[in-house]
Structures are given as C-alpha cells and as structure tokens.
C-alpha cells in the first residue's frame, strides 16, 4: 500500500470538467444572449411607432369612430327617457331590463344595472378620451391647413360630447380627460352650465381652428348656439349660428349604421319581444308625437297590439326605414335657435321662421297661439318634431324648466305605465350616473346627482 | 500472489456465470453511494470479467477504508456495494493505496490485503465489498420476475433489494431480476417500482441451488417513501422531498376505468386536483384544471402542463392585441389542449401542487404542474396489444328537470283569449285567468328535447413495441369519434325541412356536436453507448370537430312545452313551435361551425451517465398545434361569416447535471442546468359581414376585417439545488431558479426563486422502531417556494392596436388605446409553505396529511377608472390561500382469494384577499372584496313584498312591491372548497376479476338553480299564476333575482364503476397447441361513469357549472353524461 507514483486520476480530471460545466450553466441564464430572447409582437404598437402624420390620422379617426358610433345610441337613450319613445315587452322579460329603467327613469335601476358600466356618460367620455389622444398628433405632424380642419373637428367632438353630458345628465357628473402622455386627469364633479361652458371653450377652440372646413366651422356654429342657447345668451346664440346655410347639416356616419333601425326595424316584429313605440302623449304629458299625424317629420308604422295590453296599436317610428344617417346639427337647428331668440326678444320675426321651415316640405304655416307660454310651447313643439329622434329632445325638457321655469311634471310622463303596468314612470329629470363607478377612482366623485 | 491466484479463480467463475445471465438480458447494478442510496440508471452491464480487468489508477492518501473502495470503483467506471458498517469495523484505520494501469481486480487485492475484507462480483459484474467471514462464494442463487399485479405485463426497472442492504439490483425489460452468491439461509427480498406498491418478501437459500422468487406489485396512487417520482431535477424518491408529489399511474388505470380523455383520467385521483368539465354531453367540451384552488384574480389559474420534459400548451388562451383572451370564436367552445392528447398513450402523470413544489419548473409554475410522461420503449421483444372501446352516453337532463308546465288562459276585456295571463297581467287588468292546463315539458319529449339519447363515442388502438439489442421502439395509433349530447329536436327537424323545402336534413345539421380525432405516438430507444441512453418521441393528433355552444339552447333547457289550447281544441304548439324555431333558426341551424386541428409533440432526450457519480441529462422539444375553424351563418339576410386561423410553437430546451456524493453517512445529490422555454401563438380572424344571399363565401361579405393574434414569449432560466441525505433518514433540500421571461419590449432580468424542503423518516429512528414497532413509516416533511405568473405583453405595454376605422365608407387605419402602459408592472409572485406527514402502520394503513398556507402578492387587476377614462393594469391585490389535503388507504382483505382496498382523499382549499391596494375602494368592485374570497358572491335577496304599493293589496306581488335586502353581502363562493373522493378496489380468484369504484363528493359552495329560477318565464311551476301562492314565492319566481336562487350545490356522485375479467385466451383456445401464444392474454371490462348523483340542489347538475367565473355560476351547462362502456384488451 506505498505510492509508486502521484498523478491525476480520471475521476479527478472528470470532477473538474464537471465544477467547470457547473459553473457555466449556472450563469449561462444569467448572462443570457439578448438576442436569444428577442421577440417580436407585430400586434403590438408602441407610441413611438404612431409618432408620425400617419399615426396622428389613426388616432383621429378613433375619435372619428367614437363620435360617430355612438351619436345614435346616445340619441336612442334620451329617447326612451323622454316622451319620444316607449319601451314595451312581455312582463317576465321586461324586468331588470336597462331599457325598461331608462323609460321609467327609473334612476336606482339606471344606475344599479350600470354599476359597472355607465354607457350614457360613458360613450360620450370616450369621445373626449380618444379625441385628447388624437390632438397633440395633429398638431405636431399634420400639416396645414389640414391641422386646422382636423383640430376643430377634434374640438366641435369634444364640444359635442360634453354639451350633449351637460343637457342629459344630472348635475355632479364627472368629464374624464387623458394628458398627451397618457396620464388620467380627474377634475371637480360639473353642472349643467359649468359644463356648457366647458364645451363653449372647445367649440371656440374649434371656430378658431378651423381652416379650409366649412363643414366644421358651420357644426361648431350650431353647437356652440345650442350652449349659448342652454345658458340663456340669446343674442349670442343668434350671433353663433348666424352664418350657417339653411342647407348645412352634419351627419352621423352611416358606415356605424342607425340604432333606431336596429331597434325598430331590423327584426321581424312578429318574433321580436321587445318593441319600442312612439311615444304619444305618454305619461299624459308627453307631446303628440303620433296623434300629430306629422309623417313629413316623423313617419310612423305599424306593429302590432302591445304585448301586456292588447288594445294599445304599437306604431314604431320610421324615420330611419333603413340604416341611414342621424343629423347632428343643421341648417334647419340654427333656424329654430333663431326663432327662440327671436321669440324670446319678442321678435315677430320668430313665427316667420318657423313657417320658413315648414312651407318648403309641405306643412300648414302655424299661426300664433297669443300668449308667451304657449308661443314657447310652440317653439319646442316645433323643435321636437323637427329634431326627433336625434339626442335634442331632454335637453329640451331641460332648458324648459331651467329657462323657462316650467315644473318638470308639465314635461316628463308620469303615473302608470301602459306598456309595463307594474313599471311606473318616476319623478327623475335627468339621466343619472353611475356613482358606484364613477367614485371608484375618481376622488372628486363623493356623491351621486347633485340635482336634476 | 496467493491473494491474486484466488481473485483470479473467482473473476473466471463469475464470468461464467454471468455470461448466462448477460444472455439472458443483463441489468446494470446502481450506483451505491451509500449502503442504499437508489439512481435511475439502465445502462447495460458488464460481465465480471470485463469489470475486473480494467485497468484503473488511484491515488489516495489516508483516507478511510470506504472512500478508498469507492475511488477503485469510480476509476474503472463500475459500482460497488458494501455494508458501511462492515468496511469500516474491518478496517478502522486510514489507508493509502497509489497504483497505475493496475487491473481493478489486482487493485483491490492489493487494497484489501491483510483484512478481513474480502471482494465479490455478483450478477451484472458488480462489486461487492464483503467481510470474509460473513460473505460467501458459494451460495445459492435467486431469481424471479416482477410483474404488475393488475395487468401481469413485466415490470421494467423495478428495484430489487435483498435484505435491505447491499445487494441490489434492476429488473430487465423482461421484469427479470437475479442475485447471485446468496449465503444459505432465509432473505428478505424487498422489490419496488415507480407507482407501484413496495412490497417485501421472505425466501430461502441452500448452497449451489436456484431458488425463484416472482413477486406482483399493486399498482398504487399513494405515495410510499420508497416510490419514485418525477421532478423538476429528474427522478427523486418520495423520502427525499419535503413537499408532495402525487403520481397516477395511467397505464393500468385507463385499461380498468371508464377513462376516455386525459381530463377524465385526472378526475377524482389527487386530493387539491379538481377537473371542472362544465358541459359533460358537449364533444370536446371545455376543460379547466384547479390545482388547489383558483390562485389569481385576472390570470388564469391553469396549472402548467408539461409532456416528457416539454412544456405543452396548458390553455386555449390567445392573446388579441397584446390581451390574453378565451380563444372562444364564433359561439363555439375550444377544447381543453390536454384532451388532444390520446390518453392511451400516457404512462403515469405526476402532480406538483403548487410553489412549494413547482419553483425549478419556472415561470408560469405557481398553478401547479402536470407533469405527463408517456409511453415509451419498454421491451427488446416483439408485443402488441389492441384496445376497442365503445361508450353511450346519455345526459340525464330529463329526469332532473320540470317535467310538467303549465299554460295559463285568460281573456281581455273584449273577451278575446290571451295567452300566458299571469297574476301580473290581471293586476295590470290586461287580461283575466280563465284556466290553467298542464303539459309535458320540451326536454321531456323526445320529439322536441333538445339533447339526445345514447350518443356514442368509438375509441380504438393499436399498439406494437419491439426492437433488437440496444434499441427498441414503442408505436401506437388511436381513433376517437364521439356525438356531442345536443341534437336538433325531430318536431323542428321537420319544420325546418318544410321551412327549407327539402326532404332532409344533413347529419352535420341534426347533430350539430361531434368529434373525430385520431392520434399516433411513437417513441425509439436507444444505447448508442453503454453510458448513454438516447430518447426520441413523436406525437401527432388530427381532429375535427363540429362545435356547438351550449348557450344558444339556453331558453330551451330552462323550460318550454307543447300545449293543447282550451280555445281551438288543437294542438297550440303555434307559440311554443315558433320560439324554438326562432330560437334555432339563427343560432343553430344556419350555422356551421367546424374545426379543423392537428397537434405535433416531439423530444429528443439523452441520458448521459459521464461517470457513476454524473448524470448529464439533455433534452429538446418541440410543440406544434394549428387550429382551421370556420363559421358560417347563412342568413337569409346579412350572413356572417368567420375563420380563425391559429398556430402554436412551442420549443424547449433542458442541459441538466446531476451529481451525487456519499461521503461517509452523508449524501449529496447536486442538480443543475439551465432551461429554454419558447412560446408562439399567432394566427387571424377573418370576418365578413353581410354575406350575399344564399351564400356561404366569406368573398360576398360587404365588409371584411381582419384581427391578427399573436403571442412570442421567451424565457431562460438556471435552477441549482442541492439535497443533502443523512443516514437515508434525514434530507434537507435547497434550491433557486433565476428566471427571465421575456415579452415584447422587456428588457431580461432574471427574478430569483427560491425554495427550501426537509423530509425526515422518523420511523427509522432506532427509539422509535424499539417503541413502536407498528409504526412502519413515519414521515414529516415541510416546503417553502416560491413562483410566478407573468402579466401579457399588453398589460405592462399598453394596448396600441391598428384597426381599420370606417370614415366615410373607406377604411383608415387607427389606432386605438384600449388600455394604458404600464412600466412597472411586475409578474405576480406566490409563496407557499407545505407541511404534513406520511404515516404507514402495520404495513398497511397509509395515510398523508398535508397543511400548505400560499401568499401571492402583487395580483394583477384591470383598473377601469371612469367614464370614458383608460383602463390600466396594476400590481395591486395580495390574496392568501390555505389548505389541508388527506389520502388514507387502508387493505381491508388480502387473502388469496380476494383482496380489497379503500382509498379515501379529502381536500379542502379556500382564499382570502387581504388587500385591493389603495386604487380600489373596498366595497367598490363587486365580486372582490377585501377580506373575502376570490371566488365570493356578492348580492341583495329578496325579503318580502309590500301588499300596498302598485296595484295595492291584491294578493300579488308587484315589481314595485319587493323588499330587498338593504345592502349587498356576502352569499358564498362557487368554487367547492371541499371535495372527498372514496375508492374501493377488490381483486378476485388471484387478480382474475377486479372491481373498482370511484364516489365523488363536492361541498361548500353555492350555486345558481336556474330551473327553479325561470320556473315562471317557463311556465313550469304555478307561482305567477295561481293568487293562493305566498307573495315572496310570486315576486322571486315572476322577477327573477338570480341571488333569491343561489343555493348549495353539494352533491355526491358515483363517478366511476369498473368490472374487468381477465380472460383466459390461452385455455380457452388452445392456443398453445396453434402457436397463437400472441393472444395469450385478454381482458374485457365493464364500465360505468356518472352513475348517479345524490344532491339536493334542485337544478340539472350542480357539477357543470359554465365556466369558472361569477357570471357563469349556474346551471347552464350541459350535465355530466351518464356512459356506460365495454373495453377489450388484448396484450400478447
């Protein structure tokens, strides 16, 4: 057992080559190769990728997009929650059905079903989200007098949506905004007029904007009369849309198709559940929308006999007998702000321009009822025709009782419902919003609808 | 010189020997490092003559009598055995031993000159270190054969122990074992076998004879401390984790159960293991696993799949812009990616529960992993075996559903009759009741039910395996066809045939629910040199399936009946016919909707044994999978149509070194490697809208858009871990993986994961093996590790996406932000600590008990915001989980003529969120809430009605009359928390007929019983008719508030029946006499599955639950089909 010699064994020398191996695979994840683990997302767009004229288009026509697909929908809602359209459906479907709520105004129900989502101030918050992240684009990369133009439809959306917020929705709604870097801007909670002037300044921004697009500056136009018009600056109302042609009108696009086409018409009634007729004289206060037999602005047709009570006839409307455009603002809108502010001036000139209106199409000149409330009557009367179905119509009510002093029971449906008897109509104003999901994030947020 | 003589003789004697036995297929002896320390090596052997020949250089100074044994050993690359006790006592001194180029033989004679130690070959060529005075070289012989004692086929690599001690060897692929130079006298002879029961037996020896000792193992789902299991680092005894792993071993259960899917054969087995098959008629239907709960608010808790060492696609999640999405496209339902797999082709499966067990198995791994190992190579001879087997199922909807509606007449105030006047309409005075009819319900005839009788599924295979010398291969093909439960009921079958103006109707339309898949599996060993072993595996599956979803039948399970109406005398079917033909028509009928798919696994693995202390193990894998759907819905205006084209990639590959050390009681076992993991999912969607009439191209459409889906992640990482052995009594184990994942645009950096296990074998403790002889096994062990999900690409970048937008009717490209960047975000990370202990009395009642306490912080949510506002993701939750799993097994018979066993598994398993972060009110999410569990139900019931409001006290209950709870509350969750799962199995006239049975038990949670919910909208219960029903009852059954329904689901089932017959084809048939020895052995077996179920819960079935989440908490899904099938086996 003596050492004829020392060297190194095999098992020494493969002992070594495995520390060595060891060592390697314990850092071989560590310094792993870059390029091994790149990939590639071609689905994934950076904002550096979109930092171009092209890129700043994309993300205009988003907001192009959440204008357009939503001005119907929108436009559907106030029309259930106002005497423009009823809501009708066998009773056990009827029940927890959002619509049903809206042309209840049931607000607990409104607000319960959209406790995680609030599609009224929702859709038009993301018209004011997309167009935020479309304008620094625009403004860096577009050219002119393409900027301009492209800025004040920017701005006339953002305008839009707001205005359209502060007439539908009860004071104390919050308006969401994005920075150009994506960061979320909260702000203190709106009222109606503090929000019309928020829109005011985006319209301006819009009539300042503007280049070559008459189309943009005329839309602007009619919308900043409309909020001149809810703030009761008359003349300045007048002054807004005074320019615009009797021809103009801005409409929605009919790519995004028609909500009241869907509803009323593109089923087959004889298997359809839900139906939504005209409203006419609903809730005893509501206007004579098919009693007037105007089928100049409001065509009508056949349904059925409703579903809960037979003896009703549902007629649907047919405006929209295919999926054709709603007009947003017109030629014929800034008419009508005229003869408000005319009627308002005491300007016999108001009557004049109403018949304006109607001879062209066919319909008997009015005449003058004599006194100053139901001369207003008229006004709206005529405004309701001519805007139905097109989102005016609560903002309307609205301006009534706000400028007019009128009590909201002379303007909103009341007592039982024909269509669902165990739904009543309630006393809500304005449409709510969700303050379960409003107050979630938003630190302004503390409480529900201020007022009405 | 006389020494040398005597070595001599004895390596010529050997020699002899084992030239028979190499001949008769030779297995290599293990490596000892310790006096019983087991490796996984197969290499073929050596005879005596080669070992002791080879040259071999040393050089040792002083060193103990044992180390210098092992390092001759280790020179010429051969295993010794010796009793540590023995060496050691011969010679308690240090010794010195240099030599050159000396032969091994000459080696150890000059090492062991002068001491009592004395050197043995024994069969295989391995060494023995023997005291002379105890050793022997002319004793007896023992050999024998281990062979499954469920399916009597041979057992390959079993372990073989004579007398606990030194001698040990593997089984050859023909099962067959043999020892050697067995001093006379009586032996214990322990054998035991990955998934398979140890069992130990007694033998006596006589000098100069052969005694035969075959022993059969049962086959067994619980773990024993000598079980070897499949881990991350490779094979490991079960004594030697801290943490549990649980093993099926599929082979002998799919033979013997009414298994015909993998999801089918991981029900009911694990305890924390819950399979939620929630449309059990559907074909193909969706699959989702649960290890141990649901572990994530916004990721999916899927556990990881992975097949031979190959990560596998463990979800039919694709990501859409960034986003991971159910890749559910057109109505219809993906099936689960482990059922593409053939279940015929898996050997066993092993289940690692959680972090504590799945930190080395990388990212993604804190669901838990399932670790799928399939058939392989088993046997150089020439075997085939061929299964049929042929199911029915039925789905027993009708028995559990209203038969009886009810149809209640009234009349206006014109006297005109009206149908369906309910209590409401009278309260509204639209209409007056006049009568009340009864009829039977759609589901309960069959001439308008919607789900189908006795639907069959065909499965067959063949399989043939063989090889010759080193290399054999495993080949198998399997078919499947199976109808879905849904069928187009005849009554509308017909109505749509005059409808369509034809006089048939395709099968694809009558039976809108089917699958046809077909599956090949090879796999080629080989020993290109007697170190290596080399593995290459394909598998390759092809399906189509004819998709359905479940839901579009919704309103027709609930209810629905052909009525006979007391105004015209006839048959009013008008109504009823003309919903479900409405219904159907759109959604059913006119659509098609068929997938195309195929699936491609493939692996090379190399086992390299560089030297007996060294393992380098290497593999490479790939996943393939491409999915065709198409989607039609041919209206007869604006028809849609939709094709999904998707692709997955996967690839991984593993380099891991295994070393092990025993110096003196101590054992170390070192394992380490890197691993590369690569996962692509690409594909599009093409839509086209406003198909022309009567066409069924998506080039008509007025408007076609395109979604492109794309996933690429990459991830590499390096795990090390250590596990030290003391005495084969106490192990303690560390390790760490550092991990980058990458996805688009992250940067690598590698997160480190540690973990930390201990197991201790108390009941080889000499105090307590004194005290408590009974105790045959103690064991308490404990887990620590950690694990991680990683958020989506589109999560932590934001969600840029390019879509065409439509301005005025031309497409432009735009660009949408559907959720912001967010930089910081960071993979969601658990920790979870196990601990239990494994309990063995008597030898025969085993039990587990296992507590694990998990935390994951840094849940990720979907931060909405606003009106308007841009969602973002945010590390923001943290949610605890707990948990307690028990298995006990208890031999209640074992006598030659029967032998029975009970197994009963008990898991309970609940969450908690501890925090929301402060982005999230409490309160303001419902669904989640701070201090309650994931899985809670939040909601207002229905307390009363106020007879006085509305129409006032008329006796019904009006909308406006119902009295909610004041405040939502807490109502239960819809996961079951607890599941029991009892199995008995009995084997008679010596294995010839076994029976089993498997009974599931759910408790716990609450679901949504629909039925009774939409009792008034299906007229199948009176309540909105009749003014005598108690006002509360009207209110919740004609304005139905799914929270008045939600009830506890509990419920036991019979899940699995199963009577084989071995059939003696042999005796039978002569077939000696013909040389037909290839159908030597048959078995036919009986099976029952879903047999019945005993609940209270009033619904169809409380187990089928649609999907997983809140929304889907109820009783839409497809009940769990009750099948009765025959299977034939046939193995030569």
């Known amino acids: 057992m003596t050492s004829p010699f020392m060297s190194h064994s095999s098992p020494l020398l493969a002992r070594r080559m495995m520390q060595r191996f060891a060592l390697a695979v314990a850092t071989a994840g560590v310094c792993a190769c870059h390029g091994l683990l790149d990939v590639s997302d071609p689905t994934l767009i950076r904002d550096q990728d979109v930092a171009n004229a092209s890129g700043a288009n994309g993300r205009r026509v988003v907001a192009y997009q959440a204008f357009h697909g939503s001005a119907t929908y929108l436009a559907h809602e106030v029309a259930l929650f106002t005497d423009e359209q009823s809501f009708d459906q066998p009773i056990q479907y009827a029940t927890g059905s959002d619509e049903l709520y809206l042309d209840t105004r049931d607000s607990h129900g409104i607000e319960f079903l959209h406790g995680g989502d609030d599609p009224h101030l929702g859709r038009l918050g993301s018209v004011i989200t997309y167009s935020s992240l479309a304008l620094p684009g625009i403004r860096r990369y577009t050219p002119d007098p393409l900027k301009g133009d492209y800025l004040a439809q920017l701005f006339s959306y953002r305008g839009y949506a707001i205005l359209q917020a502060a007439e539908d929705i009860c004071t104390g709604f919050p308006i969401n905004d994005v920075t150009e870097t994506q960061e979320q801007i909260y702000r203190p909670v709106y009222t109606t007029d503090s929000a019309v002037m928020l829109a005011l300044t985006q319209l301006d921004s819009a009539i300042a904007d503007v280049k070559d697009s008459t189309h943009y500056l005329y839309f602007s136009n009619v919308l900043k009369g409309r909020a001149l018009l809810d703030l009761g600056r008359y003349d300045e109302a007048a002054a807004a849309v005074a320019t615009v042609p009797d021809s103009f009108a801005y409409s929605t696009d009919p790519s995004y198709g028609n909500t009241f086409y869907y509803t009323d018409q593109g089923n087959d009634p004889a298997w359809t559940f839900q139906a939504y007729p005209i409203g006419d004289h609903e809730g005893g206060v509501g206007l004579d929308f098919l009693s007037e037999h105007d089928t100049v602005r409001i065509p009508t047709r056949y349904v059925r006999q409703g579903f809960n009570d037979t003896t009703i006839a549902e007629y649907t409307e047919n405006k929209y007998p295919s999926d054709m455009p709603m007009v947003l603002a017109s030629g014929t809108e800034a008419r009508l702000i005229e003869a408000e502010v ?111 | 010189m006389q020494f040398s003589r005597a070595v001599h003789r004895v390596q010529r004697r050997l020699a002899a020997i084992c030239l028979v036995a190499c001949s008769a297929g030779a297995s290599r002896v293990d490596a000892q490092t310790s006096d019983e320390t087991i490796a996984s090596n197969h290499a073929a052997a050596p ?70 130690l004395q050197l043995v070959t024994v069969y295989g060529g391995q060494l023995v270190v023997t005291s002379a005075h105890t050793g022997t070289l002319t004793g007896g012989i023992i050999i024998g054969t281990v062979t499954s004692a469920r399916t009597q086929s041979p057992l390959r690599g079993a372990n073989v122990m004579l007398d606990d001690t030194v001698m040990q060897v593997r089984t050859d692929a023909e099962g067959h074992y043999r020892f050697a130079n067995v001093a006379a006298g009586s032996h214990r002879v322990t054998v035991r076998a990955v998934g398979f029961v140890r069992k130990l037996q007694s033998i006596t020896v006589t000098d100069d004879s052969t005694a035969t000792l075959n022993v059969a193992l049962d086959p067994s789902t619980v773990n024993t401390l000598d079980q070897v299991v499949v881990t991350a680092t490779g094979a490991q005894r ?42 059990g008629g559907i074909a193909g239907g969706p699959v989702a696993l649960r290890l141990r709960g649901q572990t994530s608010i916004s990721l999916n808790s899927e556990p990881v799949i992975v097949i031979d060492g190959v990560r596998y696609r463990s979800n039919s999640y694709v990501q859409q812009n960034g986003m991971a999405q159910p890749d559910v496209q057109g109505g219809g339902l993906p099936p689960s990616p482990i059922n593409d797999l053939n279940v015929n082709d898996i050997e066993s499966v092993d289940v690692v529960k959680g972090p504590s067990a799945s930190t080395l198995y990388g990212p993604e791994a804190s669901n838990g992993v399932i670790v799928i190992t399939t058939k392989h190579a088993k046997s150089a001879k020439t075997t085939w075996s061929w299964y049929a087997h042929p199911v029915l199922n039925t789905v027993p909807v009708q028995q559990r559903l209203p038969q009886k509606g009810y149809q209640v007449w009234g009349h206006d105030s014109d006297g005109q009759p009206v149908d369906w006047c309910s209590l409401l309409n009278e309260a509204a005075h639209v209409c007056t009741i006049d009568s009340i009819t009864t009829a039977t319900t759609f589901l309960a005839q069959p001439q308008t039910s919607i789900i189908g009788k006795n639907r069959p599924e065909w499965q067959y295979g063949l399989n043939l395996s063989g090889g010759s010398g080193t290399t054999r291969y495993y080949v198998s093909g399997g078919y499947d066809r199976q109808e879905g439960a849904l069928q187009v009921p005849p009554l509308f079958q017909k109505a749509l045939e005059q409808q369509l103006g034809t006089t048939g109707l395709s099968d694809d339309i009558k039976n809108p629910n089917s699958m046809k898949k077909a599956s090949i ?81 493939g692996n090379l693995h190399s086992v390299v044994h560089l030297v007996d202390w060294a393992t380098l193990d290497a593999l490479v894998g790939a996943t393939h999978g491409t999915t065709d759907n198409n989607l039609l819905l041919a209206l007869p205006q604006n028809g849609h149509a939709q094709n999904d084209q998707r692709t997955n990639n996967g690839r991984t590959g593993t380099l891991g070194l295994t070393t092990t050390a025993a110096p003196g009681r101590l054992t170390f076992r070192t394992a380490l490697g890197p691993q590369y993991l690569y996962q692509k999912d ?27 889906v794309w996933s690429e992640t990459v991830t590499l990482g390096t795990y090390a871990q250590e596990t030290m052995g003391l005495a084969n009594q106490l192990f303690l184990s560390a390790g760490l993986r550092l991990d980058g994942s990458t996805r688009f645009g992250d940067k690598y950096s590698p997160t480190p994961l540690p973990k930390v296990d201990a197991s201790w074998i108390a009941s080889e403790q000499p105090w307590l093996k004194d005290r408590a002889p009974w105790v045959t096994e103690l064991r308490f062990r404990g887990a620590y590790g950690q694990a991680t999900r990683y958020p989506t690409s589109g999560m932590k970048l934001g969600n840029l996406t390019a ?250 089932r019979w899940r699995e029946m199963n009577i084989t017959f071995d059939i003696p084809l042999r005796e039978w048939l002569h077939l000696s006499a013909l040389h037909l020895d290839a159908l030597s052995r048959a078995s036919v077996s009986l099976q029952g599955r879903n047999l019945a179920l005993w609940t209270p819960f009033k619904g169809t079935d409380p187990e089928s639950r649609y999907g997983t989440s809140l929304f889907t908490a109820n009783t839409s899904g497809i009940p769990q089909p009750r099948g009765w099938a025959l299977r034939f086996d046939i193995t030569p």
């Open chain 2, 682 to 708: 690409d594909g599009l969607t093409t839509q086209g809208f406003g198909l022309a009439p009567g066409s069924n191209s998506i080039a008509t459409a007025g408007r076609i858009t395109l979604q492109q």
């Open chain 1, 342 to 452: 005319a009627l308002h001036n005491n300007d016999p000139q108001w009557l004049v321009i109403l018949n304006a209106l109607r001879t062209p199409v066919g319909l008997a000149p009015l005449t003058d009822p004599g006194t100053p409330d139901l001369r207003v009557d008229l006004v709206y009367h005529e405004r309701a025709f001519w805007l139905y179905l097109t989102g005016r119509r609560l903002g309307d009510q609205r301006r009534l009782i706000r400028n007019y002093g009128r009590a909201s029971a002379t303007l909103f449906p009341a007592g039982g419902n024909p269509f669902v008897p165990s739904a009543p109509y309630h006393n809500t104003t304005a449409i709510p919003f969700s303050f379960a999901n409003e107050s979630e994030f938003n630190p302004y947020v503390t409480a529900g609808c201020i007022s009405q």
């Open chain 2, 47 to 116: 005879t005596a003559a080669e070992v002791l020949a080879k040259p071999v250089s040393v050089s040792v100074d002083r060193v103990p009598i044992d180390r210098a044994i092992r390092a001759l050993a280790a020179a010429a690359g051969v295993t010794v055995s010796y009793k540590y006790d023995v060496v050691v006592a011969a010679v308690p001194n240090v010794v010195t031993l240099h030599v050159r180029k000396m032969p091994l033989a000459d080696a150890f004679a000059r090492l062991l000159e002068g001491t009592s």
């Open chain 2, 521 to 601: 599996h090879t796999n080629v060993s080989m020993q290109p040199w007697s170190r290596m072993d080399l593995d290459a595996t394909v598998d390759y599956g092809q399906s189509t399936q004819h998709r359905m979803n479940p839901t579009n039948f919704f309103l027709l399970r609930a209810g629905g009946q052909q009525v006979l109406s007391p105004y015209t005398g006839a048959t009013d079917s008008a109504i009823a016919l003309g919903l479900l033909q409405n219904l159907l028509s759109y959604q059913t009928t006119l659509t098609t909707d068929v997938a195309d798919m195929s699936t491609f696994n």
């Open chain 2, 238 to 279: 079960v004594r030697e984790l801290g943490h549990v792993v649980a093993t099926i071993n599929a082979d002998s259960l799919v033979k013997e159960a009414p298994i015909t899917s993998v999801s089918e054969l991981l029900q009911s087995r694990i305890p924390g293991l819950q399979v939620i098959s929630s449309n």
């Open chain 2, 803 to 1052: 879509n065409p937008v439509i301005v005025g009717g031309q497409n432009i490209p735009g660009y949408f932000v559907t959720n912001l960047a967010n930089p910081v975000l960071s993979p969601e990370r658990s920790k979870e600590f196990e601990y239990g202990a494994d309990l063995t009395l008597f030898s025969r009642v085993h039990t587990e008990l296992t507590w694990w306490r998990r935390r994951t912080n840094d849940e990720l949510k979907y931060l909405q915001g606003s009106s308007g506002s841009l969602p973002v993701w945010r590390n923001v939750a943290s949610v605890s989980q707990h948990g307690t799993e028990l298995s006990i097994a208890v031999p209640l018979t074992n006598t030659r003529q029967l032998q029975s066993d009970i197994q009963f598994t008990y898991a309970f398993n609940t969450s908690k969120i501890l925090s929301l972060g402060d982005d999230v009110p409490a309160g303001g999410y419902v669904g989640l809430a701070k201090g309650y569990p994931l899985d809670a139900i939040f909601g207002v019931r229905t307390i009363g009605v106020a007879d006085t409001a509305g129409g006032g006290p008329n006796g019904i209950a009006e909308a406006n009359e119902v009295i909610s709870e004041p405040a939502t509350h807490f109502l239960g969750v819809y996961n079951p928390p607890k599941t029991y799962t009892l199995t008995p199995t009995a084997s008679m006239f010596g294995g010839r007929i076994r029976l089993s049975a498997v009974f599931d038990r759910e408790t716990g949670f609450v679901i949504n019983d629909e039925a009774s919910m939409r009792c008034g909208a299906a007229h199948t219960c009176l309540a909105p008719y009749d003014i005598n029903t108690p006002l509360i009852d009207q209110a919740r059954a004609s304005f139905y508030n799914s929270y008045d329904f939600l009830v506890p689901g509990n419920f036991t």
